[in-house]
């Protein structure tokens, strides 16, 4: 398993903007997909975008497609998620997480990935 240390996020009003930020160790970073998952009160933690170890092809769940960006820095072993024209319902705790292993594919299922994050708040007003 990998540490991942998450940084970033708050409160901000709908239509604002937030970066959240996730530090990895270990040297095989680049090797790996790397996921932002989410986790409103009340409701199971639903995947937000995955990016693959190159950063070429990416996934975003429906309801941010054209809002966030997920981004990584395979020199700096960092994966970020920049959110923009954040809404009420993006808030929620918001987890990076690495993969358990080196799939050819970009990883979406939540079994798929066995180190998180410690969580970040994402508070959106409206």
């Known amino acids: 398993q990998v540490q991942l240390v998450q940084s970033g996020g708050g409160l901000v009003q709908a239509g604002g903007s937030l970066r959240v930020s996730c530090a990895a160790s270990g040297s095989s970073f680049s090797n790996y997909a790397m996921g932002w998952f989410r986790q409103a009160p009340g409701r199971e933690r639903e995947i937000v975008a995955a990016i693959s170890s190159n950063g070429r092809t990416t996934y975003y769940t429906d309801s941010v497609k054209g809002r966030f960006t997920i981004s990584r820095d395979n020199a700096k072993n960092t994966v970020d998620l920049q959110m923009n024209d954040l809404k009420p319902e993006d808030t929620a705790v918001y987890y990076c997480?690495?993969?358990?292993?080196?799939?050819?594919?970009?990883?979406?299922?939540?079994?798929?990935?066995?180190?998180w994050g410690q969580g970040t708040q994402v508070t959106v007003s409206s």
């Open positions: 997480a690495a993969p358990r292993d080196r799939y050819y594919y970009v990883p979406i299922a939540q079994y798929e990935y066995d180190s």
